[in-house]
């Protein structure tokens, strides 16, 4: 069947889904508040899930993705049961918790693409 998905894409996703409600409803550390979970990837014996999440606000200060990749990696115990329980796995993976930058980058590219054609604009003889 050349269109079926993995398995471990499927759990991931549900992995991906579960850990968002999870940051948002239930997890009250202050480190984590306003994270954003981008992706998860799982290996195919789903015993490691990768895991890349953004902040809302402050993602460019190195600091504050220094202190949420703290706060998750704090709460790691209540996230792999929480998560075992609620997408149903046999045993709860390990979580690799990674900052990621990427949507950071993407602005910052954005911002000066803008700026350049600004200052093309403000160019006399143009």
Aim: aromatic share 4%.
């Amino acid at each position: 069947m050349p269109n079926e998905v993995k398995r471990s894409t499927r759990v991931a996703e549900r992995v991906r889904e579960e850990l968002s409600w999870l940051l948002t409803r239930d997890i009250r550390d202050p480190r984590v508040v306003g994270t954003v979970v981008s992706r998860v990837e799982m290996t195919d014996d789903l015993c490691l899930a990768k895991v890349w999440v953004r902040s809302l606000e402050h993602g460019d200060d190195p600091d504050r993705r220094k202190q949420l990749l703290i706060g998750l990696e704090s709460a790691t115990s209540l996230i792999r049961r929480a998560v075992t329980n609620k997408v149903g796995l046999r045993t709860a993976p390990e979580f690799r918790f990674t900052y990621d930058d990427g949507q950071d980058n993407t602005t910052k590219v954005e911002l000066l693409l803008a700026q350049i054609r600004d200052e093309e604009k403000n160019r006399p003889g143009s």
